[in-house]
């Protein structure tokens, strides 16, 4: 399971990574949120909107079976077999091209994101041997764009009932 990425790997280095990305996952969803084009896209159930509960829920829902699916396909499946076979540059390149052709239908911004995440986030995966710390990065700044969105453009409306 180690060939793909599936152990905490470095954990000292992940830990810190992770404790240092942190910050910066959730000053991009700050920033991200006040994208109108973003904000229109997500969060992707606007019924979770509806009361705090709920989004919580549907958040919960999404770093489980999104987030960790996807981490898991680009940086596991596809990136670590990737390296040994044609050598860490072009692995990145090709698990960050195809992650981000899967951003296409999304906002621009989200989409030239992608194109930088997705290089880091190999990265991270590399020298840490695990995509467990991307999956938390990734889902962070997901999780805090919908949270910025939420509280600006739905926590009126809860109030209101």
Known sequence: MKSIGLSPGNWRRGLLIAAVGAPLAVLSGFIGSRDPELGRFYPFSKTACRSGRAFLAFEAAYVLLYYTAW????????????IPAVGLV????VQ???STLHH?????????AAL??????????????SFF????LHALTGVATDFFIFRRDYRSTISAR
């Open 96 to 98: 960050t091209i195809i």
């Open 116 to 129: 930088g995440a997705g290089f880091v986030f190999g990265l991270i995966a590399f020298y840490t041997g």
């Open 104 to 112: 296409f239908g999304h906002p621009p911004s989200e989409i030239f």
């Open 90 to 93: 072009p692995a990145l390149s």
């Open 71 to 82: 981490e898991f396909l680009y940086r596991g499946l596809i990136f670590f077999p990737l």
């Open 133 to 136: 710390y991307t999956i938390f």
